[in-house]
């Protein structure tokens, strides 16, 4: 009896958690990763956004992307309403974006939104790359 228990428990515990694969990466570090490659990317490099600095807004925004659950290897590109969260994504027809496609989320979050928007994201080679700028701890 005790060992039904104890496997029980352990299985309850392994399915808990969110497995922490599954969490974009935000750092500085990792901007600086896709910076080297943002030639291969697409027409158009991105950098850092300060709103993530907040930490509702990151939070929110972060959360935003990862509902989404992004797969597969098309380079593609996800904007968020930085108020709302709302998500905006682009893929790519080829691997390497044109300036157009790399925009494209973007506009359709200002025309919707008038402001307020920021670029979270991008998909490349089936890699996560984070764009914001994390919280200060």
């Known amino acids: 009896m005790r060992k039904i228990a104890v496997v029980v428990s352990a299985i309850v515990l392994a399915t808990s958690f969110p497995a922490k694969a599954d969490r974009l990466v935000c750092s500085d570090k990792e901007h600086l990763r896709y910076m080297k490659m943002v030639g291969e990317v697409g027409e158009m490099g991105i950098a850092l956004n300060p709103v993530g600095e907040d930490r509702a807004v ?35 027809a080829k691997e390497r974006c044109t300036m157009e496609e790399m925009a494209k989320p973007e506009q359709a979050c200002l025309i919707d939104h008038m402001n307020q928007c920021s670029y979270v994201a991008l998909r490349f080679r089936g890699e996560e790359f984070c764009l914001l700028r994390p919280p200060h701890s």
């Open 58 to 92: 990151f939070e929110r925004l972060t959360a935003a992307y990862e509902a989404l659950d992004p797969k597969g290897l098309e380079t593609s590109l996800f904007v968020a309403h930085i108020p709302t969260g709302q998500m905006y994504t682009q893929s790519c």
